[in-house]
């Protein structure tokens, strides 16, 4: 659809990444021209001109700018962010060789606030947080592979001492290091919970659909169908108010939902491990509830965290199982959204232990016609997203297990390439089931509900008024997502 040069200046003033390479606009003020996205000081209207291609805003006589590198975009090259990214994946090969975030700094060759602006818009996160997380990865590695002393393994991945490294640890994973190791022979484990966990937010979250035929909730015992790289099993979380203990029982086998053809399959002895990163998510342990506590206080919005200053975000137990809660429930209510899902489950999967049944595989999604979802209440275009999406992750042109070592800027563009997969889909799914911190799923009804309730505004924002509302909690928005949506909720027992 053709666009007006007023909307377009209004995507322009908007900083609208979405709008990167429908147009390019130029300042014949300054003899540049700029991506929409651009965040450049923003030129007065009647200094623009917008043109289709950078080869037309070249043959106008104006240059390309060199802050939002519109010539690399259309060509499809972004080097900025191949930089950042050939720098993360060095650390994280070699976290003991930068002492600290200011070792990453140096070794970047930007300036001090460049690189934490450029970590905080492409990973979600901080030099110095990406660092502590690629030393506690090199430690569960050797954790998992060998039998070194833990004070080896902590001088080894970079950490100044072995209480450090124990403290870090137990806080992210729930574990020491000791019942790290010792999970490599184990089919259940017990979870430490942080202080002033939130187990009635937790219970809300995994007991949110009674008739579902993967979870079951039944007083404090939750027990869940899941897909490991070996195949389903079964899991079984026992709740209390300062631990979790888990059980892990196998199911029967069938390829893993998310291993791209080729990939090699863990052997059996790394079930309690798989199942215990899964877990982690579940939990939301590795989230910074504290931090967006401190934040949304200190803007002067702590009815925001109320009475749940710790809630943590319930991550799905797969990506696949995200991506497909992503595409149905697209402009549906949740309840139907629900039984659509159990349509699709009845049909692909079949019981696995009782009345639980192993959740869908991509192979099995792929396998259907689109004739087959129709038949149980699926929209044309759903039925298509689903199917076509599914043989792309079967087929190995989609990678799941991939997304969660890219970049949050990496895994967006390669989610936005997926046909059915919109801005809502794509933020919903990186941070419901990715895990990235600072995910905004724009047009979500529970966000701008949320935001007029708590600003107190006569109505709903609009995209870009929610965009700009919800800046100021970066780099945290996708647990100030969680907390909008529960705002207005009662607060569980």
Same mark, same amino acid.
């Given at each position: 659809?053709?666009?007006?040069?007023?909307?377009?200046?209004?995507?322009? &003033?908007?900083?609208?990444?979405?709008?990167?390479?429908?147009?390019?606009?130029?300042?014949?003020?300054?003899?540049?021209?700029?991506?929409?996205?651009?965040?450049?000081?923003?030129?007065?209207?009647?200094?623009?001109?917008?043109?289709?291609?950078?080869?037309?805003?070249?043959?106008?006589?104006?240059?390309?700018?060199?802050?939002?590198?519109?010539?690399?975009?259309?060509?499809?090259?972004?080097?900025?962010?191949?930089?950042?990214?050939?720098?993360?994946?060095?650390?994280?090969?070699?976290?003991?060789?930068?002492?600290?975030?200011?070792?990453?700094?140096?070794?970047?060759?930007?300036?001090?606030?460049?690189?934490?602006?450029?970590?905080?818009?492409?990973?979600?996160?901080?030099?110095?947080?990406?660092?502590?997380?690629?030393?506690?990865?090199?430690?569960?590695?050797?954790?998992?592979?060998?039998?070194?002393?833990?004070?080896?393994?902590?001088?080894?991945?970079?950490?100044?001492?072995?209480?450090?490294?124990?403290?870090?640890?137990?806080?992210?994973?729930?574990?020491?290091?000791?019942?790290?190791?010792?999970?490599?022979?184990?089919?259940?484990?017990?979870?430490?919970?942080?202080?002033?966990?939130?187990?009635?937010?937790?219970?809300?979250?995994?007991?949110?659909?009674?008739?579902?035929?993967?979870?079951?909730?039944?007083?404090?015992?939750?027990?869940?169908?899941?897909?490991?790289?070996?195949?389903?099993?079964?899991?079984?979380?026992?709740?209390?108010?300062?631990?979790?203990?888990?059980?892990?029982?196998?199911?029967?086998?069938?390829?893993?939902?998310?291993?791209?053809?080729?990939?090699?399959?863990?052997?059996?002895?790394?079930?309690?491990?798989?199942?215990?990163?899964?877990?982690?998510?579940?939990?939301?342990?590795?989230?910074?509830?504290?931090?967006?506590?401190?934040?949304?206080?200190?803007?002067?919005?702590?009815? &925001?965290?109320?009475?749940?200053?710790?809630?943590?975000?319930?991550?799905?137990?797969?990506?696949?199982?995200?991506?497909?809660?992503?595409?149905?429930?697209?402009?549906?209510?949740?309840?139907?959204?629900?039984?659509?899902?159990?349509?699709?489950?009845?049909?692909?999967?079949?019981?696995?232990?009782?009345?639980?049944?192993?959740?869908?595989?991509?192979?099995?999604?792929?396998?259907?016609?689109?004739?087959?979802?129709?038949?149980?209440?699926?929209?044309?275009?759903?039925?298509?997203?689903?199917?076509?999406?599914?043989?792309?992750?079967?087929?190995?042109?989609?990678?799941?297990?991939?997304?969660?070592?890219?970049?949050?800027?990496?895994?967006?563009?390669?989610?936005?390439?997926?046909?059915? &997969?919109?801005?809502?889909?794509?933020?919903?799914?990186?941070?419901?089931?990715?895990?990235?911190?600072?995910?905004?799923?724009?047009?979500?009804?529970?966000?701008?509900?949320?935001?007029?309730?708590?600003?107190?505004?006569?109505?709903?924002?609009?995209?870009?008024?929610?965009?700009? &509302?919800?800046?100021?909690?970066?780099?945290?928005?996708?647990?100030?997502?969680?907390?909008?949506?529960?705002?207005?909720?009662?607060?569980?027992?």
């Amino acid at each position: 659809m053709r666009m007006t040069n007023a909307t377009m200046f209004a995507r322009v &003033l908007a900083s609208d990444a979405g709008c990167n390479g429908r147009f390019f606009f130029g300042v014949t003020s300054t003899g540049i021209y700029c991506l929409p996205a651009c965040r450049a000081k923003k030129p007065k209207e009647k200094n623009i001109r917008f043109f289709p291609t950078v080869e037309a805003a070249r043959a106008a006589g104006l240059r390309a700018c060199k802050k939002c590198h519109p010539d690399d975009f259309a060509r499809g090259a972004d080097p900025v962010l191949e930089t950042v990214e050939a720098l993360v994946a060095e650390v994280r090969a070699n976290p003991a060789a930068f002492a600290d975030a200011a070792a990453i700094v140096r070794r970047s060759g930007f300036g001090t606030t460049r690189v934490f602006e450029l970590f905080r818009q492409h990973y979600h996160t901080t030099p110095a947080d990406l660092l502590l997380r690629a030393r506690l990865d090199a430690a569960k590695c050797a954790l998992r592979g060998g039998d070194a002393p833990l004070a080896t393994i902590a001088a080894d991945a970079g950490f100044e001492s072995l209480s450090v490294f124990h403290g870090n640890f137990r806080r992210l994973n729930g574990l020491t290091p000791a019942a790290y190791r010792g999970l490599r022979e184990a089919r259940g484990f017990t979870v430490a919970l942080p202080d002033g966990y939130l187990l009635g937010y937790l219970r809300r979250a995994l007991s949110r659909d009674a008739h579902s035929l993967t979870e079951r909730m039944e007083g404090d015992v939750y027990t869940s169908a899941v897909q490991l790289s070996t195949g389903p099993v079964l899991l079984t979380l026992r709740l209390a108010p300062e631990q979790i203990q888990v059980e892990v029982e196998r199911g029967s086998p069938t390829r893993s939902a998310e291993n791209a053809p080729g990939r090699r399959v863990p052997p059996s002895d790394s079930l309690a491990v798989e199942a215990h990163a899964l877990v982690v998510g579940l939990l939301g342990l590795d989230q910074d509830a504290t931090a967006f506590g401190r934040l949304a206080k200190r803007l002067g919005l702590a009815r &925001l965290v109320a009475e749940r200053q710790e809630l943590r975000i319930t991550q799905t137990p797969s990506v696949f199982d995200g991506l497909l809660w992503a595409i149905i429930g697209q402009q549906i209510n949740l309840s139907f959204a629900r039984v659509l899902m159990r349509r699709l489950i009845e049909h692909v999967s079949g019981p696995l232990a009782g009345e639980l049944y192993a959740p869908p595989t991509p192979a099995a999604v792929a396998a259907l016609e689109p004739h087959d979802l129709l038949a149980r209440q699926f929209s044309r275009q759903k039925a298509g997203y689903l199917i076509a999406t599914a043989r792309l992750i079967a087929g190995g042109q989609l990678d799941l297990a991939a997304l969660r070592a890219m970049s949050a800027t990496r895994a967006e563009r390669t989610l936005l390439a997926v046909r059915g &997969l919109g801005a809502w889909s794509v933020n919903y799914l990186m941070m419901r089931a990715l895990g990235f911190a600072d995910c905004l799923p724009l047009g979500d009804t529970g966000v701008t509900s949320g935001l007029q309730s708590l600003l107190r505004l006569d109505e709903r924002p609009d995209f870009d008024a929610t965009r700009r &509302l919800m800046a100021v909690f970066a780099p945290h928005r996708s647990l100030a997502t969680a907390h909008l949506w529960q705002l207005n909720q009662p607060i569980p027992v």
